[in-house]
Every structure is written in C-alpha cells, then in structure tokens.
C-alpha cells in the first residue's frame, strides 16, 4: 500500500488549497478512504472520510472543517482530492491521507491502517 500526498503550501486566510492522495498497491474503489491533519502540539484530527462508490460514495466531515472542505475521489485515477476553501488560520496542520481498513464510513481512527506521509498546509497572512 502506498499513498502519496501532493498539494499542500501556503495559502493566505480566505484561499483554497487542494491536495491530492495518490493511491497504489491495493484495489482502490474496494476501501473507505480518509483524511487527517495534525497541529504542532496537538492530536491528529480526523476531518473527513469518503466510502466506496458502490455505498453510494456517503462523506463524513468534521465540525471543524464542514461546509469548507469537499471530498471526493476517482476510482480510475485512484485518487482522493480534498477541496479545502475559505482556509482558516486554525487549518494550518499536516495533512495526511489513509486508507480505512472498511468499505463504508467510520470514524474510528484505529480503523485506519496505512498512510501517507503527509503535506503541510499553512495559512497565514
């Protein structure tokens, strides 16, 4: 399993950012997939997780992020993207992406066994 994250930077408050997990090693369109981030100091934060398609491809999101960050993913190009908007100081973290051990949502972090290795966002002025 290998899950490469690309996208993150810096971004003045207001922007978007949008990062990309590219995924391989495992049949894709089969698992849940999720992402996390992680502040200086702080625990890592589960913010939002896509199922399978064939469930109907249902999100969760996180209060914090819900509203601003959309989820998606594409089974051909064995993708997950997370649209990030009206970005937050707050948001500044490392943001990892990972593969959930289920086909449907959960937000049980043990659920989640492989990860990438992570991008970092910033936001500041």
């Known amino acids: 399993v290998q899950l490469v994250e690309s996208g993150g930077g810096l971004v003045q408050p207001g922007g978007s950012l949008r990062l990309s997990c590219a995924a391989s090693?495992?049949?894709?369109?089969?698992?849940?997939m999720g992402w996390f981030r992680q502040a200086p100091g702080k625990e890592r934060e589960l913010i939002a997780v896509?199922?399978?398609?064939?469930?109907?491809?249902?999100?969760y999101y996180a209060d914090s992020v819900k509203g601003r960050f959309t989820l998606s993913r594409d089974n051909v190009k064995n993708t997950v993207y997370l649209q990030m908007n009206s970005l937050k100081p707050e948001d500044t973290a490392v943001y990892y992406c990972?593969?959930?051990?289920?086909?449907?949502?959960?937000?049980?972090?043990?659920?989640?066994?492989?990860w990438g290795q992570g991008t970092q966002v910033t936001v500041s002025s």
């Open positions: 896509v199922s399978v398609t064939w469930t109907g491809g249902k999100t």
């Open positions: 990972a593969r959930s051990r289920r086909f449907d949502i959960t937000m049980v972090i043990t659920d989640f066994g492989s």
């Open positions: 090693g495992f049949t894709f369109s089969n698992y849940a």
